[in-house]
C-alpha cells in the first residue's frame, strides 16, 4: 500500500437467537432475546471470499426452545459447551482483525436487516457495557436488506431468500444457519456490487 492507502474489507454477518422466557424478560432488562450463533463471512475489496467464522454462544438467560431447535437445527447439546456472549465476540473480533489483514483495515459491516445490529447494540449494552473495545463490531454497519429494496424500489423488506432469487443466486447452505445466511448475504452484496 502507498501513500498511506486503508484495505477495503467487507463482513456480512448473521445472528441465530433464542428468546427469553416471559419471566426473564421481567427479570433481565434490556434485551428479549440472546445470540445463539455467529456466521461472518470477510470479502476483499473485490467481493471476493477470504474466509469465514461460525461460533456458537453459550446464552446466559434463555434455553432452546423446540420452535428455535425447528427453525435453526440448534440443539440444547450444540450450545452446551459453548463461549460465552462477550468471549464469543472477542474471537469474532480477532477473527476479523486477523482475516481483514490486521488493524490497518477498514472493515464495513453488512447484515440482512437491522435487526441483527439492534440485537448486537441491546446485548452488548447488557451484557458487556464496561467493554468499549467490544462496542467496535457495531462500527460501520449497513442494512443490506434495507439498500437492496431501496435500489428494488420495494415498498416493503425483502427477504434473503427473495433477494437471492431476484439475485439469480442460488442459495446455498441451510435457512437459518448464521454461516450460511451470511454467506448468501455476501453473494448478493457481490451480485449488487459487481
Given at each position: 500500500?502507498?501513500?498511506g492507502a486503508r484495505v477495503r474489507r467487507y463482513v456480512c454477518i448473521d445472528f441465530e437467537m433464542s428468546d427469553l422466557s416471559a419471566h426473564m424478560r421481567r427479570t433481565v432488562h434490556g434485551?428479549?432475546?440472546e445470540i445463539i450463533q455467529i456466521g461472518a463471512v470477510m470479502l476483499d475489496e473485490r467481493y471476493n471470499l477470504l474466509g469465514s467464522f461460525d461460533l456458537f454462544v453459550h446464552p446466559q438467560y434463555s434455553q432452546i426452545t423446540p420452535i428455535i431447535q425447528r427453525l435453526t437445527g440448534i440443539t440444547a447439546a450444540d450450545i452446551?459447551?459453548?463461549?460465552t456472549f462477550i468471549t464469543?465476540?472477542?474471537?469474532?473480533l480477532a477473527w476479523r482483525e486477523r482475516c481483514a489483514g490486521g488493524p490497518g483495515a477498514e472493515v464495513?459491516?453488512?447484515?440482512?436487516s437491522r435487526s441483527d445490529y439492534t440485537q448486537l447494540s441491546k446485548e452488548l449494552a447488557v451484557k458487556a457495557a464496561g467493554r468499549a473495545d467490544l462496542r467496535c463490531a457495531l462500527d460501520n454497519f449497513v442494512d443490506l436488506q434495507k439498500t437492496f429494496g431501496?435500489?428494488?424500489g420495494a415498498g416493503k423488506a425483502v427477504s434473503?431468500?427473495?433477494?437471492?432469487?431476484?439475485s439469480h443466486v442460488t442459495f446455498t447452505g441451510k435457512h437459518h444457519s448464521a454461516v450460511a445466511d451470511a454467506y448468501n448475504t455476501a453473494c448478493i452484496?457481490?451480485?449488487i456490487c459487481c
Open positions: 500500500m502507498s501513500g434485551i428479549s432475546s452446551a459447551d459453548a463461549k464469543a465476540m472477542e474471537q469474532y464495513l459491516t453488512f447484515s440482512w431501496a435500489l428494488l434473503l431468500d427473495a433477494a437471492a432469487q431476484f452484496l457481490h451480485k
